[in-house]
């Protein structure tokens, strides 16, 4: 690790379609972990591709008659404004196909080295044999396999070790770059190594993906690698465990095949998405059901209404020990989880205990006013790397159901959602409660909680001016 620094590269999408709740249970799982590494004090350089150029999509692209460049730039949208519904923070993000240069060169070099070799179409292919660790990572022995045997596609039986194509050959109505190889595309395995060491340098600290990228295509990306670089490639993997819905693996065919954009249509909030994905830790399998998902929903709830009970309450003057160290040991518990491999249940777990013993201590009136602040610090921390506390849920369904509606999807958009949003618009009298309290916190000069008031009503359409003649509201 360079200065305290860590840099870390994940697999991202391959946009050819709306991206699925599997696909973002993976991408919320390395998002908690750059989160947790930086509240851990370190910097990080956190790098994810787009694959922009594939199989799917040339096909996709031709089938809707638009370009390959207009395919992807929908679903490289969709992607991004995916990812921030559910308070994914956005890596430094690299396209495949803006890296074709690179790529050829990269080729280019393997062949000086004797490592890959080209065939009568343009393609090029890596030669397995020249790599004895080939299978090291997911520990899969390769003895005794075909030198020569070839395969051309991205994806490839999981059991048998073929040479790869780093770069395929130009074929009549497909994508095609000139470049210093000749004309063709970069195969997919080779995109994630260029882009990652271009951007991260030649050894870096951690890669990520989901658990099936494991083999081919992490173990090519280490062989092409290493075997130009002589050096390490990734020092740590990191791969989410395969998510399933309702006990059974996602498929089209099953009808449990969800985006993030299909639940919210169904009446789930985005915080509740959030919660559930990240409710299980990344090693663990995560059963998605819909049981859990109104179960996280109340779990979000209960934290966003303790902290309103915190802010807004009145208590009395002075501290009481009990709550001091109940916050220093939920912060501390908070850490050791995540510490251990990233254990996101019991960090979860933790806060709820807290969330139980304050709701018990405010019952006996043991939360005094110095009891409030180290309290809500210990929600803020859990909040920087689970970010469900703060609610924009409403502007953010608000937006999904205008993307429904911009694709005739409007059918799918349920009573119970527009009713929810609805509700959402705040009426005076909650716009006055939660200016009341934003005066309360200001009055105690606790501006923190006046900024996140604000805030809040910031999110449900009212701005809210501070003048010096004291504070004024309107509707946006
Ligand atoms: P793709 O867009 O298919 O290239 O996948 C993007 C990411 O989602 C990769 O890291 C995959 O490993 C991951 N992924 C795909 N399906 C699932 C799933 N059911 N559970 C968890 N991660 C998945
Ligand atoms: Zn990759």
């Given at each position: 690790m360079r200065d305290n620094e860590v840099r870390m590269y994940a697999c991202g999408?391959?946009?050819?379609?709306y991206g699925h709740i599997g696909n973002f249970r993976t991408f919320v799982a390395v998002d908690l972990l750059q989160r947790f590494l930086r509240q851990s004090g370190y910097k990080v350089q956190y790098v994810m591709n787009i694959t922009d150029v594939d199989d799917k999509i040339i096909r996709n692209s031709a089938r809707d008659g638009v370009t390959v460049q207009q395919f992807t730039a929908k679903y490289e949208k969709a992607f991004i404004e995916d990812a921030a519904l559910i308070n994914i923070e956005q890596p430094k993000l690299a396209r495949a196909t803006e890296h074709i240069p690179q790529m050829a060169d990269f080729v280019a070099k393997l062949v000086e080295k004797g490592i890959a070799y080209r065939t009568d179409d343009g393609s090029f292919y890596f030669r397995?044999?020249?790599?004895?660790?080939?299978?090291q990572l997911s520990k899969k022995d390769f003895k005794g396999m075909l030198d020569g045997?070839?395969?051309?596609?991205?994806e490839y039986d999981k059991d048998s070790a073929r040479d790869f194509a780093l770069w395929k050959g130009p074929k009549p109505g497909e994508a095609s770059w000139q470049t210093s190889i000749g004309p063709g595309r970069p195969g997919w395995h080779l995109e994630c190594s260029v882009m990652s060491m271009q951007e991260l340098g030649e050894s870096f600290d951690l890669h990520a993906g989901g658990?099936?990228?494991?083999?081919p295509h992490h173990e090519n990306e280490i062989a092409q690698s290493e075997s130009l670089t002589e050096k390490p490639f990734a020092h740590f993997w990191f791969h989410a465990r395969f998510l399933l819905v309702e006990g059974e693996k996602m498929s089209k065919s099953l009808g449990n095949f969800f985006t993030l954009r299909d639940l919210v249509l169904k009446g789930h909030k985005p915080s509740s998405l959030r919660y559930l994905l990240a409710?299980?830790?990344?090693?663990n399998q995560l059963n998605f059901t819909f049981d859990g998902l109104k179960q996280a929903a109340v779990s979000v709830d209960r934290l966003r209404n303790f902290r309103l009970r915190l802010s807004a309450g009145n208590f009395p003057e002075g501290s009481t020990p009990a709550m001091q160290l109940l916050a220093t040991e939920t912060v501390a518990h908070m850490r050791a989880a995540l510490d251990d491999d990233l254990n996101t249940a019991q960090a979860q777990g933790a806060i709820f205990e807290m969330v139980r013993q304050t709701n018990a201590a405010f019952d006996a009136g043991?939360?005094?006013?110095?009891d409030v602040a180290p309290l809500i610090s210990a929600l803020t921390k859990f909040d920087e790397i689970?970010?469900?506390?703060?609610?924009?849920d409403a502007p953010k369904i608000k937006r999904v159901v205008e993307w429904a509606r911009a694709e005739g999807r409007?059918?799918?958009?349920?009573k119970e959602l527009l009713d929810f949003i609805q509700s959402a618009e705040l009426s005076d009298a909650d716009i006055e409660k939660k200016i009341s309290a934003m005066k309360a916190a200001r009055a105690s000069r606790d501006f923190k909680t006046s900024d996140r008031l604000r805030a809040e009503l910031f999110d449900s359409g009212v701005i809210v001016e501070i003048t010096k003649d004291g504070i004024r509201w309107r509707r946006k």
């Open positions: 999408p391959t946009v050819y379609d397995i044999a020249t790599f004895p660790r080939y299978g045997a070839r395969v051309d596609v991205d658990e099936d990228l494991v083999f409710s299980v830790p990344y090693r043991q939360v005094n006013k110095d689970f970010a469900v506390i703060d609610d924009d409007e059918k799918e958009v349920s």
